[in-house]
């Protein structure tokens, strides 16, 4: 297990709720998908066994199908060439890639085919989720008339995202690149949740990051359509008005809510058996898509 890499011969630049940056030159990183994971913004104390190999695998699995819509943040650039140490590589190599430094876009494009979580919670208050107006009757999980997009904001480690309007995102982004990513955002989810669905899996909602060159050509980056940036339920279980099980961590969400934590820093450990269980599911995730 991975919890927090240290490469010797890399400056690193940043360590997320997940990933650990470091740069290689001026126009180059890696990233290493460590084994952490992140649950209402917090950094929990316990690594999931395989699970920044299986963030990894599936993020490049989409990477590669989905690139006739939108080009993506990966190098063509052998992990090899840059880890010369044995040992270093052999931890990593599972879960490392080398990227395109790029500039990253301030908002998080969050797409929903499904009303769940956040959205279910504003729908109940004023029936519409970030300012879009939705039917009358939704139930929990019910799927929606067509996919929504709904930005948000990007915090920092430990801050919290805040939904906002397809306006503010114009303020941040100006309009062409505002249009240009709710365009992209849905192709990428429908196509994407259609293939899904043949292989047993519904994508309830997902997040993509993007990121521009020095050219303000548009990419995709960080992730994609992974458990961690997902909800993943298993479309043989699925039924409007429950809460739905599922690939992604929701398990584990669930699990904290039971416990009382009051969803600050530090946050609980986590039993044996929620471990084994969460790892499991986000194994089985990676094969039914890949094959």
Same mark, same amino acid.
Request: net charge negative.
């Given at each position: 297990?991975?919890?927090?890499?240290?490469?010797?011969?890399? !400056?690193?630049?940043?360590?997320?709720?997940?990933?650990?940056?470091?740069?290689?030159?001026?126009?180059?990183?890696?990233?290493?998908?460590?084994?952490?994971?992140?649950?209402?913004?917090?950094?929990?104390?316990?690594?999931?066994?395989?699970?920044?190999?299986?963030?990894?695998?599936?993020?490049?699995?989409? #990477?590669?199908?989905?690139?006739?819509?939108?080009?993506?943040?990966?190098? !063509?650039?052998?992990?090899? !060439?840059?880890?010369? /140490?044995?040992?270093?590589?052999?931890?990593?190599?599972?879960?490392?890639?080398?990227?395109?430094?790029?500039?990253?876009?301030?908002?998080?494009?969050?797409?929903?085919?499904?009303?769940?979580?956040?959205?279910?919670?504003?729908?109940?208050?004023?029936?519409?989720?970030?300012?879009?107006?939705?039917?009358?009757?939704?139930?929990? $999980?019910?799927?929606?008339?067509?996919?929504?997009?709904?930005?948000?904001?990007?915090?920092?480690?430990?801050?919290?995202?805040?939904?906002?309007?397809?306006?503010?995102?114009?303020?941040?982004?100006?309009?062409?690149? $505002? !249009?240009?990513?709710?365009?992209?955002?849905?192709?990428?989810?429908?196509?994407? $949740?259609?293939?899904?669905?043949?292989?047993?899996?519904?994508?309830?909602?997902?997040?993509?990051? #993007?990121?521009?060159?020095?050219?303000?050509?548009?990419?995709?980056?960080?992730?994609?359509?992974?458990?961690?940036?997902?909800?993943? &339920?298993?479309?043989?279980?699925?039924?409007?008005?429950?809460?739905?099980?599922?690939? /992604?961590?929701? #398990?584990?969400?669930?699990?904290?809510?039971?416990?009382? &934590?009051?969803?600050?820093?530090? $946050?609980?450990?986590?039993?044996?058996?929620?471990?084994?269980?969460?790892?499991?599911?986000?194994?089985?995730?990676?094969?039914?898509?890949?094959?």
């Amino acid at each position: 297990m991975l919890y927090q890499s240290e490469l010797k011969n890399l !400056n690193l630049i940043q360590r997320g709720k997940v990933r650990d940056m470091y740069s290689i030159d001026d126009e180059y990183m890696l990233i290493v998908t460590s084994d952490r994971l992140s649950a209402f913004d917090v950094i929990l104390p316990d690594p999931i066994p395989g699970k920044g190999a299986v963030l990894t695998a599936t993020s490049n699995f989409w #990477f590669d199908r989905l690139s006739s819509i939108i080009p993506n943040h990966l190098a !063509n650039m052998p992990l090899k !060439n840059i880890i010369s /140490d044995h040992n270093e590589l052999a931890t990593i190599k599972d879960q490392a890639i080398v990227v395109r430094k790029l500039k990253p876009l301030p908002v998080e494009a969050i797409v929903r085919g499904y009303i769940i979580g956040s959205g279910w919670k504003d729908y109940q208050k004023n029936g519409a989720v970030c300012g879009i107006q939705l039917p009358v009757g939704l139930q929990l $999980a019910d799927k929606l008339p067509e996919p929504l997009y709904t930005p948000s904001t990007k915090a920092d480690v430990g801050e919290h995202d805040e939904n906002i309007d397809f306006n503010k995102t114009k303020e941040l982004l100006g309009d062409d690149l $505002a !249009n240009k990513v709710r365009q992209v955002s849905l192709e990428l989810y429908s196509k994407a $949740a259609e293939y899904a669905l043949k292989r047993g899996i519904i994508i309830a909602d997902t997040k993509f990051e #993007f990121g521009i060159d020095n050219k303000d050509k548009l990419y995709l980056i960080d992730e994609a359509l992974t458990p961690d940036s997902s909800r993943f &339920w298993p479309a043989d279980q699925y039924q409007p008005g429950i809460s739905p099980p599922s690939f /992604d961590k929701q #398990f584990i969400r669930d699990y904290l809510e039971s416990t009382g &934590w009051d969803k600050t820093a530090p $946050a609980p450990t986590l039993p044996q058996d929620i471990i084994e269980q969460t790892s499991e599911k986000y194994r089985e995730a990676l094969q039914k898509l890949t094959q």
